[in-house]
């Protein structure tokens, strides 16, 4: 079986046996809630009815009734009103904190507001029971207990701490299958390098023969095979590094891309014409054997979008206020829909039958992650052409953050 299906059946294990636990804790804790819930209520009818009883049996103070009927209810916090459910005559189990007092007391001078609080949360949760105490009406008021009230919250508590454990857990096996992946394709990139070494020495070998033979020292051709084999060496020397930190240095930018210009034009259709405007003088940090991928990739879209005869321009212009410098690619091709603007740096986005639809996203991680800039497309006009604009920071203001 594959691999990523492997894990992507893990993934759905994961999923399932998460709904399947959170799902059963929280119809069992509901359950048991339920049955809490019942007992305490019946705890606290026993209550009312041993209180009544115990004020027409006992001739004690009412305070004292009180007082010895505490074992009798342990948890479940009090409030005894008039049959108005305003005035509090009597209370048991409030916060001592608040209250000072740990038992009942009819003493409401010390924090009314808190009282108040608590009678208004408990007629939000339960219905009152009339009591007659020693021959006065009142109203008893209660509310569930804290064990009760934390086991109502547990449910939320334990769906989220699920909901983290299936996050981490995709995270780290989204991650992983990440690494996995950077590994083979870094490794892919070597070996491809490695195998091209030795066609591109023996390349480099039989020209050297033609020119000795031929004496085709000077011959435009054989310079231009020597020019193509650079370039392998180039391609090769870049595919070597795929996975290392590159290193950058300050260049004119003008050069650069003018020098790329200058090998591409000649190896592409006649049809097409190439013209480079702007600053010559401005110059930003660049790793070049990098810096050309991009404006090949971009060049190459370009020249695919023109149909029959049309120009690329690049313009460079430096923005002195924001030390910035802008390198717009500007094609009279076919343009792009507005709809598609982000998504033509997508991996896999495609317009062409055999494209691969890596370009665009190869460009955008070398400018953003290697390079520190920007890339987008600033305009496009269906039928008219688009600009591609980069954006990097002049050398003085360069900060590296390669990720």
Do not use: C
């Amino acid at each position: 079986m594959n691999p990523y299906e492997k894990k992507r059946r893990w993934k759905i294990f994961l999923l399932v046996f998460a709904i399947i636990i959170g799902t059963a804790s929280v119809f069992y804790t509901d359950f048991f809630v339920k049955k809490m819930e019942l007992e305490e209520k019946a705890q606290f009818l026993l209550w009312v009815k041993s209180m009544e009883r115990s004020s027409e049996i006992f001739n004690d103070s009412p305070d004292a009734i009180v007082l010895n009927s505490v074992t009798e209810n342990n948890t479940t916090p009090i409030i005894l009103t008039d049959t108005l459910g305003k005035e509090i005559k009597a209370f048991l189990r409030l916060d001592s904190t608040k209250t000072n007092y740990p038992e009942a007391s009819a003493n409401l001078t010390y924090d009314p507001a808190y009282f108040q609080r608590e009678l208004r949360r408990m007629k939000r949760q339960h219905a009152p029971l009339k009591m007659t105490y020693f021959g006065e009406k009142m109203l008893v008021y209660y509310k569930d207990s804290f064990i009760l009230t934390q086991l109502r919250y547990f449910p939320y508590i334990q769906l989220s701490v699920i909901a983290l454990f299936l996050i981490t857990a995709y995270v780290a096996f989204s991650s992983a299958r990440k690494a996995e992946q950077d590994q083979v394709w870094v490794g892919l990139a070597k070996e491809t390098a490695h195998q091209l070494g030795t066609p591109i020495s023996s390349l480099m070998a039989w020209v050297e023969l033609i020119k000795s033979r031929f004496d085709a020292e000077n011959d435009p051709l054989v310079a231009e095979m020597e020019n193509d084999i650079k370039r392998l060496e180039v391609i090769t020397d870049r595919f070597s590094k795929i996975g290392s930190k590159p290193v950058l240095e300050d260049h004119v930018v003008y050069v650069v891309v003018s020098n790329f210009i200058d090998y591409f034009k000649l190896r592409t259709s006649d049809k097409v014409k190439f013209i480079i405007t702007g600053d010559d003088q401005v110059r930003a940090m660049l790793n070049v054997p990098l810096f050309d991928w991009v404006t090949e990739n971009l060049l190459k879209n370009a020249a695919n979008a023109i149909a029959n005869e049309g120009t690329i321009t690049v313009d460079i212009i430096e923005h002195l206020a924001k030390e910035e410098v802008y390198i717009d690619v500007t094609d009279t091709g076919k343009g792009i829909p507005r709809s598609k603007f982000d998504a033509v740096f997508q991996p896999g986005y495609t317009t062409r039958k055999r494209g691969w639809g890596l370009g665009l996203s190869l460009t955008k991680r070398i400018v953003q992650n290697y390079h520190s800039g920007q890339i987008f497309v600033k305009d496009s006009e269906l039928g008219k052409g688009t600009t591609f604009r980069i954006i990097l920071k002049s050398s003085l203001t360069y900060e590296p953050t390669i990720t």
